[in-house]
């Protein structure tokens, strides 16, 4: 099973902030949380990862909580193209998704 | 190509017969992934292959699944026996090892068993 939940969909203004949620409460010292979307009949594609500290890429922004039992995906200024479904994975070898966010981004 | 490579994009059987799906993974990518992928669901993890050999295949529903991958690069899927349950797209992705371990997923297989 996944070790994570996350809502099953959300809305965002385009031009906003999308800020997208995952709990993964049981997560392990070492594991980390990694953050892959799928656009309609795409294989996933991955967006970021960490570990412990904050990380930030050129698509997305990625915040842990500090006791690791959360985090928060940011897609800083959302676009039509990134209306997706967004699978937040706590790493193990078998690498296990969820059911995912279907995040819709309205105009 | 650069990228993962799976064939066919789209297979229709019969029910009851046998189907092979293909993955070409990244050259270089060790280890490699087979998921299955039903309307509306997340991908849902099949078997992992490290190298030549099946690191976990806990996943596979039945034993009319099974997957080799032979030489390390290229994988195969078979399935027998095919039923319309089976119907789904068939995910394929490679990663190397270390870096940012991310995935490389391939466009998929959408099977259809009639």
């Known amino acids: 099973d996944a070790k994570t939940t996350q809502p099953t969909s959300m809305d965002c203004a385009e031009g906003r902030a999308a800020n997208l949620p995952c709990n993964h409460s049981?997560?392990?010292?070492?594991?980390?949380v990694y953050w892959y979307r799928q656009i309609h009949s795409q294989g996933p594609q991955y967006i970021i990862h960490?570990?412990?500290n904050n990380e930030t890429n050129e698509m997305a922004s990625l915040i842990i909580t500090e006791d690791r039992k959360s985090s928060t995906l940011i897609l800083p200024h959302a676009t039509l193209r990134d209306t997706a479904v967004y699978y937040c994975i706590v790493r193990d070898d078998k690498i296990i998704f969820g059911k995912g966010t279907r995040l819709h981004i309205l105009p | 190509g650069a990228g993962v490579s799976q064939t066919p994009s789209n297979k229709v059987t019969e029910k009851g017969k046998y189907v092979e799906l293909r993955c070409d993974p990244i050259?270089?990518?060790?280890?490699l992934y087979w998921y299955r992928q039903s309307l509306g669901q997340g991908p849902e993890f099949l078997i992992y292959?490290?190298?030549?050999?099946?690191?976990?295949d806990s996943g596979l529903p039945n034993d009319r699944f099974f997957a080799v991958r032979p030489e390390g690069s290229v994988s195969t899927l078979k399935i027998q026996r095919t039923e319309r349950g089976d119907s789904a797209v068939y995910l394929c992705a490679s990663r190397r090892t270390g870096g940012t371990g991310e995935l490389f997923f391939g466009e998929g297989s959408r099977l259809t068993v009639l």
């Open positions: 292959f490290q190298g030549t050999g099946a690191a976990d």
């Open positions: 960490g570990l412990k």
């Open positions: 050259s270089g990518h060790t280890a």
């Open positions: 049981t997560i392990s010292g070492n594991e980390y």
